[in-house]
Structure formats: structure tokens, C-alpha cells
């Protein structure tokens, strides 16, 4: 017989197989919603104390070094092997496991009952990890014994929460100046990886990844919330309804947060960015005089890239984009906008006449809107009161898209109609 016959764990691992198919022979249609309920509760305990066992196991595996039976590098890795789980779950499994044989017994105790999960677990050792050797060990004894009890009704999102705060439970004379410290840490740590990459894929997107401190990232994520508000965009009808309920903007919140951060850069004010090389920070967009009167030639920017004739005449109407509007012969017709711009007093006037958005069946209110001329500068307008209007980001972008035709209604409402 080999070694691991001779031991009753092999008994009791058999039993289970035996016990576990007797229970897919069952059969479950007499079996009614509150006794499902409580044998799902069951068999997750039951499953909890076998992860229990199997975590106990894996310390004992890295004592008697099991990985030197196949010439594995490690535990971890014999394990990932072994059963087909990731190497990053393995060396975290078997790093769980070693704390809580070495370390903490009331862990332990509350794993072998089912009352913690496996989940659970890690959780609570990352907590008591993350206090470091400056707290007593009779304070980590009753904060293992806290973030024990709190598995009762608290998953293992909850006790990562609790667990960077347990200290104000269980010491708070000590707590206030731990998380202080930790916290300094953690911002230290988070300034040395900020980082942002991006990349053209040729076909007109750029895709890029960030890291920034949670600090920052909560910001940021609360400036594209305000502007992706799912309401600010919901169409009541029209020609360019997109599908949203009476609830708001059908488009998930990944596309709404996409479109904001798109909007957000074109918001940014030249005054609030520092000179580059000399120059203002200010995008140029060089087009010809036909393309600013409705023709079909590209613009360029100043970055070297190109857009549509559509888009350039809606950025000519921002209040951060230079147009520079070149003649026939190439000559400089206009540069700059400082004319063209409304004024804080006119914008205020058309706040109180428009009241927002004046696209046919839009709700955006005004701080969401973006002032435009009816009357093209090209044609002769003027920045005015009288022929000026609200429209929404988005719908200042159809205003001077070629593909919409535009009608005033009675109401004085813009009404979009896509050109067939």
C-alpha cells in the first residue's frame, strides 16, 4: 500500500466522491424553494470547511515540500500543475494557507466551521497583514477575533473595508495613527506608479490604459459622471432618438463615461493649461474658407492629424479651438476668436431665454450647453443674442454635421432629420 492509502484523509476523500455522487443521482423535483434554499446554505458551508481542509493540507504541502516529488520550483506551482488553477491563484492560496495554520487560530477555527469562506479568509489576512509588527500581538489577537465575528454577516468586499479601519474597533488609541501611516503609504506607493499610455491603431481612435491614486481617479470619475448623467442626452422623439426610455440614456455607462471623457478634453479652457514650448496649449484647426461655408475638404489640426469637414465646422464654434480659416490662395482669412465668442452677458441672455438645450425633444440643461452661431461667421454672422442658441454637446456636433438636415419648428425648436 502507498503512503497516502495507509492515511485516513485517503478514507475521507473517498467517502466524499461516494457521498457526492449519491447526490447527482438524486433526483429534485419534490424538492421544495425553502429546502433548496437551505441545502444550497448547506453544501456552500460544507464547501467552505472542505476549502478548510484542503487550505491546511497545502501548509502541510509546503513543509514536506511536495513540489521535489515532480521538480517543481515551488509549492504554488506544483499545485497550479496539479489541479489546472492559475499560478496567481495557487501562490495565493498557498500564501492564505501558511498564515492561517502559522498564525491565526481563531481563523482557522471559524474556516473549519464553514462560517468563513475561502474568500473570506484571504481577506481577513490581508487586513491583519497590512497592520504590520508596530501593533501588540494581544491588539492583533482581538482584531483577528473582530474581522472573525464580522464574517457572520459581512462578504469579503465588506472586510477589506472593515479590516483597514479595525483598529478603531479594537485599539482605538493606536487606530487613528496606524491609518494615518498607512495611508501615507499607500499614497507614496500610488504617486511612483501614475502613469498613462496611448496609442493610434491608424483607423481614427486612440486607445490607451492609466494608473492614478484613488484620490484622483475618484475625481476624475466624478467629473464624467456629471456630464454622463444618463438624463442629459434623453430624447422625448425626433428624428435622432437613440433608443433611450423614459429613464434615461439607453447606452451603457461605459459608452456614456467614454463620450463625457471625449467631451471633457474639449471643454478644458486654454487658461487652465500651462504654455507648451512657449505657446498655449490652445488645439488649431487649419481648414479652407469652403469647408467653414459647408464643403467637403478636410481640416487639419496642428497636432498633424486630420478630421471631417462636419467636425471642423463644429469645433470652429467651441470656445477653445482656434480656427485658422485659409483662402483660396492658402492666405490667413481669420485667426483667432476673440470676436466671435459669445460673452458671459450674452450667454447669461440666452440661459434665460432658451433654458436649455434648444434641440426639438431635448432636456439638457444649460451648464451642459455650448452656445452657436444660427448665422455662420463665413456668411456674415454675428455673435449675437438674437442669432444665437443653446445646443447641447451633442447636438451642436449634429448641427454642423452634413449628413442632418436642419428645420426650425414654430416653437423655435431645432429638428434634426438625417439625409437619406
Request: with cysteine; proline share 4%.
Amino acid at each position: 500500500m502507498t503512503e497516502t492509502a495507509l492515511h485516513p484523509l485517503a478514507g475521507v476523500a473517498a467517502r466524499l466522491h461516494a457521498d457526492l455522487d449519491d447526490g447527482f443521482d438524486l433526483g429534485l423535483l419534490t424538492l421544495g424553494s425553502a429546502a433548496t434554499g437551505a441545502a444550497l446554505v448547506e453544501l456552500e458551508r460544507a464547501a467552505n470547511r472542505l476549502s478548510a481542509l484542503q487550505s491546511r493540507l497545502l501548509a502541510h504541502a509546503v513543509e514536506v515540500r511536495v513540489e521535489e516529488e515532480t521538480g517543481a520550483p515551488s509549492t504554488a506551482v506544483w499545485f497550479a500543475n496539479a489541479t489546472q488553477v492559475t499560478r496567481a491563484e495557487a501562490h495565493r492560496r498557498v500564501r492564505t494557507a501558511i498564515a492561517v495554520d502559522e498564525q491565526y487560530d481563531a481563523l482557522a477555527t471559524g474556516c473549519a466551521s464553514g462560517e468563513v469562506s475561502p474568500s473570506q479568509a484571504e481577506a481577513v489576512v490581508r487586513a491583519l497583514d497590512d497592520l504590520g509588527g508596530a501593533i501588540s500581538a494581544e491588539v492583533r489577537a482581538d482584531a483577528e477575533r473582530a474581522l472573525v465575528g464580522f464574517a457572520v454577516d459581512h462578504d469579503a468586499k465588506d472586510l477589506r473595508v472593515l479590516g483597514r479601519r479595525i483598529l478603531d474597533v479594537v485599539a482605538p488609541a493606536v487606530g487613528e495613527a496606524h491609518e494615518a501611516e498607512v495611508l501615507a503609504r499607500e499614497e507614496r506607493e500610488a504617486a511612483a506608479k501614475v502613469r498613462l499610455t496611448m496609442r493610434e491603431d491608424g483607423h481614427g481612435s486612440v486607445h490607451g490604459r492609466f494608473t492614478m491614486p484613488e484620490m484622483h481617479g475618484a475625481m476624475f470619475a466624478k467629473m464624467l459622471d456629471a456630464i454622463a448623467s444618463p438624463r442629459r442626452d434623453h430624447l422625448r422623439g425626433g428624428a435622432d432618438h437613440d433608443a433611450a426610455d423614459d429613464t434615461g440614456d439607453a447606452r451603457p455607462s461605459w459608452a456614456r463615461r467614454g463620450q463625457a471623457f471625449v467631451e471633457l478634453i474639449e471643454r478644458m479652457r486654454d487658461a487652465d493649461l500651462p504654455d507648451a514650448a512657449g505657446a498655449g496649449a490652445t488645439v488649431v484647426v487649419t481648414m479652407q474658407v469652403a469647408t467653414l461655408t459647408g464643403g467637403l475638404a478636410a481640416a487639419s489640426l496642428d497636432t498633424g492629424h486630420r478630421i471631417s469637414p462636419g467636425e471642423a465646422r463644429r469645433l470652429a464654434c467651441g470656445a477653445d479651438l482656434v480656427p485658422a480659416v485659409l483662402g483660396s490662395k492658402s492666405e490667413v482669412l481669420d485667426l483667432g476668436r476673440s470676436a466671435r465668442l459669445h460673452s458671459k452677458p450674452q450667454r447669461i441672455a440666452m440661459i434665460l431665454r432658451d433654458g436649455g438645450c434648444t434641440a426639438d425633444g431635448c432636456d439638457a440643461p444649460p451648464h451642459r450647453c455650448e452656445a452657436h452661431h444660427e448665422d455662420p461667421w463665413s456668411r456674415g454672422g454675428r455673435t449675437s443674442v438674437a442669432r444665437g442658441r443653446l445646443l447641447c454637446w451633442r447636438h451642436h456636433r449634429v448641427a454642423h454635421d452634413p449628413t442632418y438636415l436642419t428645420e426650425t419648428l414654430g416653437t423655435g425648436k431645432l429638428r434634426f432629420t438625417r439625409r437619406n
